[in-house]
Nanobody, 125 residues
Framework: VQLQASGGGSAQAGDSLRLSCTTA?????????MSWFRQAPGKEREFVAA????????HYGDSVKGRFTISRDNAGDTISLQMNALRPEDTAIYYC??????????????????WGQGTQVTVSS
């Protein structure tokens, strides 16, 4: 599965940005959990949000709960991440990923098989 991420860019603290990620081939994403991770310089890759393959249930990392919203199109091929109330600590490269982890370990990046190219998000204070 090839993943293509778009969006991101620069923002001020408190602003909003939106990321999208879609599979290169149609109707290949619906059987996968599709998620967003991020990685800041010198830090480990961090789970942000997921749309699980089962019922497209959503999961969020503690640092983004209440501010970020993940959504998925009906075909299951595209996920979006609406990021509101951005903070400087949200600055990172954001990656979309697809895989089939159990919900209990959905935050583990090692369990994802496919990754997009990453898109930079920079938030200034």
């Amino acid at each position: 599965v090839q993943l293509q991420a778009s969006g991101g860019g620069s923002a001020q603290a408190g602003d909003s940005l939106r990321l999208s990620c879609t599979t290169a081939e149609r109707r290949t994403g619906s059987s996968y959990t599709m998620s967003w991770f991020r990685q800041a310089p010198g830090k480990e890759r961090e789970f942000v949000a997921a749309s699980a393959w089962r019922a497209y249930a959503t999961h969020y990392g503690d640092s983004v709960k209440g501010r970020f919203t993940i959504s998925r199109d009906n075909a299951g091929d595209t996920i979006s991440l609406q990021m509101n109330a951005l903070r400087p600590e949200d600055t990172a490269i954001y990656y979309c990923a697809a895989g089939a982890p159990f919900d209990s370990v959905i935050m583990d990046p090692k369990l994802y098989d496919f990754w997009g190219q990453g898109t930079q998000v920079t938030v200034s204070s």
